[in-house]
């Protein structure tokens, strides 16, 4: 891997600590792992650093993944404590996270770079249009389904933070506002559903990078950086509490309407690097 002069490596650093920042904000203020955020950065990051592109995007999602397992943590304790968590559906949903963790996991051992890009756009573009052209009257329903097939949201939401690493706290979000849960409500309870999904999705990603370490920069376990971790997640940590409180007190359009604005420039970014 080729060396990085230190005048090109203080700002990658800088923009590194930066990222963490939004990232931690946005953790707590949307109940996301900040992903969006952190993908991206980390993603520009690595291509500076020359990583191949056959495991560009994989080194970004697990990397993001491991950042923001104690970001998550420390936005879901600040949840509990406002007492807006559904515990119950955190419990029904963990194990179906899990599995679709670990699918996820095995596609990246031998998926190319583009599929998860795609995964990215596809799924944060369909979620953007959903807050910001989305009515209140849009229901599937005014509860969770209590079946036993209720358990695969828990799965097909693993399967889709797995293959994007933004956590999966955006698709709880919308499941939980779809079925009639106030929006607050929604983000704390999928900062507790994020979780799992984080620290689940950190191990999977190491060991499916493990057969391709050759390829990966220094300091790498599998599909983890541990210099990106060590730089962004204690800066991610710290500032979570602070978005979680601007959560509670922003109107609930507010909420929807920003959170949708950084998910389409977030597609757009990775629509870009695709084409171009």
Not at 19 to 32: I, K, N, P, Q
Not at 45 to 54: E, Y
Not at 167 to 182: A, D, E
Request: glycine share 12%; charged share 10%.
């Amino acid at each position: 891997m080729p060396g990085v002069p230190l005048d090109q490596l203080l700002p990658l650093a800088a923009g590194i600590l930066a990222g963490g920042v939004a990232a931690g904000l946005l953790a707590g203020l949307f109940g996301v792992g900040g992903g969006m955020v952190v993908v991206p950065v980390l993603y520009e990051v690595f291509r500076l650093f020359g990583v191949p592109d056959t495991v560009h995007m994989q080194l970004s999602i697990g990397t993001s993944l491991a950042i923001m397992a104690p970001t998550n943590i420390r936005s879901f304790l600040a949840h509990r404590a406002s007492g807006a968590v559904l515990m119950d559906v955190v419990r029904r949903w963990t194990p179906g996270v899990i599995v679709g963790i670990a699918i996820g996991s095995a596609i990246a051992t031998v998926a190319p770079s583009p599929v998860f890009k795609i995964a990215f756009i596809v799924i944060a573009t369909l979620l953007a249009c959903k807050l910001l052209f989305g009515r209140q009257s849009w229901r599937l329903g005014d509860d969770l389904p209590k079946h036993p097939l209720a358990r695969l949201f828990g799965l097909a939401v693993g399967l889709m933070a797995s293959l994007t690493g933004v956590s999966g706290g955006s698709l709880c979000t919308i499941v939980l506002t779809l079925y009639g849960k106030p929006i607050h409500q929604a983000v704390a309870t999928s900062s507790g559903i994020v979780v799992p999904i984080a620290l689940a999705g950190t191990l999977g990603y190491v060991v499916a990078g493990l057969s391709h370490q050759a390829q990966l920069p220094p300091l790498s376990i599998g599909f983890v950086s541990l210099i990106g971790f060590a730089l962004m997640a204690p800066v991610s940590s710290l500032t979570a509490p602070f978005g979680a409180r601007m959560a509670h007190a922003l109107p609930r359009r507010v909420l929807e309407v920003a959170f949708g604005c950084f998910m389409l420039a977030a597609a757009l970014r990775f629509l870009v690097s695709l084409v171009w």
